[in-house]
């Protein structure tokens, strides 16, 4: 055996492509499978747009617009009773994340008043309401805003 007379097997070759439209001794000559007439024969309507309807007026037209976008943050909420629960003294992203109170370390958080608290603690977060920021101080916690 030489390398010269080494020939690929068919595997390695792959089924060739069907070539339409080239005659009728290939068997997919004329109309090239395409059937007749209509949308379906022409070059560019086989894909068919997106939510084309037949010429109907398509769905994302005829339903009005309503609303709108809210473009503002999406915080992660926390309440003081779930602070006031845990053992912990300092707060931050991180340990709100270990403690299972937030799902992502990269999103800002907000803590809220829901429930109260009575022991001092320290809390960095992104932001915090009014009456949560006043429970904290009234307890002797520090708040830091970062």
């Known amino acids: 055996m030489e390398l010269n007379t080494l020939n690929p097997g068919k595997a390695a070759k792959g089924k060739s492509r069907k070539r339409i439209g080239r005659g009728p001794g290939s068997g997919w000559g004329t109309t090239a499978g395409r059937g007749q007439k209509g949308a379906g024969a022409r070059k560019s309507a ?62 800002p958080v907000k803590v809220l008043a829901f429930g109260s608290i009575d022991k001092a603690i320290n809390v960095k977060v992104n932001a915090i309401s009014e009456k949560a920021k006043a429970a904290i101080e009234a307890a002797g916690g520090k708040v830091e805003i970062i």
């Open 46 to 107: 086989k894909a068919g747009r997106v939510a084309f309807e037949g010429g109907q007026m398509p769905i994302h037209r005829r339903i009005p617009k309503r609303g709108f976008k809210h473009a503002g943050v999406e915080f992660q909420i926390v309440n003081l009773k779930r602070l006031a629960a845990v053992s912990a003294v300092d707060f931050d992203a991180k340990v709100l994340f270990d403690l299972g109170f937030i799902k992502n370390v990269e999103l």
